[in-house]
């Protein structure tokens, strides 16, 4: 991919590219966007294969001049006085489309979409080439967006249906254009941007906005926008949206039991989040700000080859959100997968740990937290269902323990695992991490649903690190052979068995010591009585 730079010299290369049917990276005030020949549908074929996008998300098609416009759609009044307004600029318009734009285009739909960028380099290439160029953004599909021509060489360098890019610096708006669909019943915003609800709503009093802006489109919908259907703006970590004040936010990251962690955070909080990479990415209340920086933090971030990504989001009703900021709010709900915690919320709930020896009682405790409203996360369960994934590295320590399906034979890895201290530690070594991080991603997925009490069960807490992720721990102690009954009873196994698991495991010693508090499970009132105790003191505290 050769790297042109944005004169006279670049721009006729590039429109020669773009006459041969090849796809060339171009700036536009937006983002980048990979370009080519909207007529031409070998050449259109080579955007989705470069990006990897999906057949069924449609692509926009940009001009460089208004009266252009009725070449390739059915424009309306309103769509006129809309472009003497807003073009050249950020906003697209979606119209019933003429027989000469490809269905690869508009994804087999009867509409296309149209826009006049505002960048000058764009739109003389437009003009150089003479032909309308479909040209979604220069990113691999579901990535974030590109907004220098460093971001498109990060991800088509060496692509082979990427013949250039063109450098024309720093796209000024750093998120995508305003879509506006000009066909139904009305008016409707699809997509926001820098030409924002209010503005538009000056021209079209009765401008709707799309339920899809700040939710997630239902599968069985076709989208009628490109930025609607797919994941889209997201980093490779898993990113979580977080609200609320600076100390709470700060308080729910250091509890998060992911070690790499970085956070996107408002300009001035940088030195709160001591435990993370830190990138700063605007002024809490500076909207253009932080729209014009987002793409380029996110990936910032992905380099860092983190865990997990948080990004700090204004702390405003979800309902009142707009202007530029709805743009903001549209790009980070879809990168997070519409996750967004309310730290104020979070701060106020509680997270308790239930540890112990095997048999203890584990499960029963949680099961009376559970009927006071908290959300059960049992870590042996957690484990049961990531672990097919986690195949490759555990047979690279252990040998063979997978059946023909692929899936892990739980009862060949217990025996191999429980064999020696030794064994039993590579697999802790292997099986705490990826719990947690699932952990994580279920206490995440439940706060973004308004749920913020958890009961964390597992015999290996304090090992897996549990400890900053809980606001205290109890363990649960029993008789052994109150507990060697139970293990054989709910495992399945001999006596033999239960005792060579006993022996692998921490002394009751060890629970006591570590804990917060210790309840003995011999009375189930009484264990009640006690847990009632400790949840009233707590909150005395």
Known sequence: MQKLQSNAAGISVAAEELKKGNVVAIPTETVYGLAA??????????????????????LIIHISEIEDLEKYAFPTEIAYKLAERFWPGPLTMILPKKECIPTAVTAGLDTVAVRMPEHPVARDIISKCGLP????????????????????????????YVSAVVDGG???????????????EAPCLLRPG??????????????????????????????????????????????????GLCENAVKY????????KTVICFCGEEEEFKSCWVIPYGKADDFEELAENLFDALR???????????????QINEELVNGVLLAVYNRLLRAASFTVIDCDLAAKGLVIGVTGQSG?????????????????????????????ASAPKLEAVFGKITDESGKVDRKILGEKAFSSPEDLEKLNAIAHKEIMAQVSVIMDENRAKGCFDFAIDGAALFEAG???????????????????????????????????????QKSEDFYIDNADYTLVNDNLQELEEKLNEILEKYKEQ
């Open 37 to 58: 020949n909207a007529l031409d549908p070998q050449a259109v074929a080579k955007i989705f294969k470069a990006k990897g996008r999906p057949s069924d998300n449609p």
């Open 133 to 160: 160029l479909a040209a979604p953004s220069a990113n691999i599909s579901g990535k974030p967006s590109p907004t220098s021509a460093e971001h498109v060489s990060d991800d088509f360098s060496g692509n082979q």
């Open 170 to 184: 720093k796209c000024k708006c750093g998120v995508e254009s305003t879509v506006i669909s000009l066909c139904g």
């Open 194 to 243: 820098f030409i924002t609800a209010e503005m538009l709503r000056e021209i079209i009093p009765d401008l709707k906005i799309a339920e899809a802006v700040l939710k997630e489109l239902p599968t069985s919908e076709k989208a009628l926008s490109p930025g609607l259907k797919h994941k889209h703006y997201a980093p490779k970590a898993r990113t979580v949206c977080i609200k």
């Open 253 to 260: 990251v250091e509890s998060d039991g992911n070690k790499e």
């Open 300 to 314: 910032q971030a992905d380099k860092m080859d983190c865990e997990k990504i948080y990004v700090r989001i204004p």
């Open 360 to 388: 203890a009682g584990k499960g029963t405790l949680c099961g009376i937290l559970a009927k006071k409203g908290f959300i059960h996360i049992d870590t042996d369960k957690v484990w049961h269902e990531i672990i097919d």
């Open 466 to 504: 549990a400890k900053d992720t809980c606001d205290f721990i109890i363990a649960v102690v029993a008789d052994r052979k109150t507990r060697l009954e139970r293990v054989k009873n709910r495992d399945g196994i001999d006596d033999l068995r239960a005792e060579q698991r006993f022996s692998m």
